[in-house]
């Protein structure tokens, strides 16, 4: 299996900045995309970031020039730096990963469990 754990979110106020981290563990052989999600209470998940194997990042409207997505290959870690926080960000931030087990296996998408990111106004 593949796991994923996020760490970072935490409580902070407008305007303030948050880094949240997430490591793969367990058996990988590659990592295509990583990203990360959001879900506040009574919406639906959404992407907030993503960025590709080969360096390709994308991002939501909503974060645009605010969040910074980063990885390190080498480690299986995906970063997601958060500056100048709205009320609005908050939500659990949920870290994926489209991976594979072994060189010939199917890629597949693992979730995380999750992190909260609280910011009061």
């Known amino acids: 299996q593949v796991q994923l754990v996020e760490s970072g979110g935490g409580l902070v106020q407008a305007g303030g900045s948050l880094r949240l981290s997430c490591a793969a563990a367990g058996t990988v052989f590659s990592i295509n995309t990583m990203g990360w999600y959001r879900q506040a209470p009574g919406k639906q998940r959404e992407l907030v970031a993503t960025t590709r194997s080969d360096g390709a990042v994308n991002y939501a409207d909503s974060v645009k020039g605010r969040f910074t997505i980063s990885r390190d290959n080498a480690k299986n870690m995906v970063y997601l730096q958060m500056n100048s926080l709205k009320p609005e960000d908050t939500a659990v931030y949920y870290c994926?990963?489209?991976?594979?087990?072994?060189?010939?296996?199917?890629?597949?998408?693992?979730w995380g469990r999750g992190t909260q990111v609280t910011v009061s106004s």
């Open positions: 994926k990963a489209e991976a594979r087990r072994s060189r010939f296996g199917a890629e597949y998408d693992y």
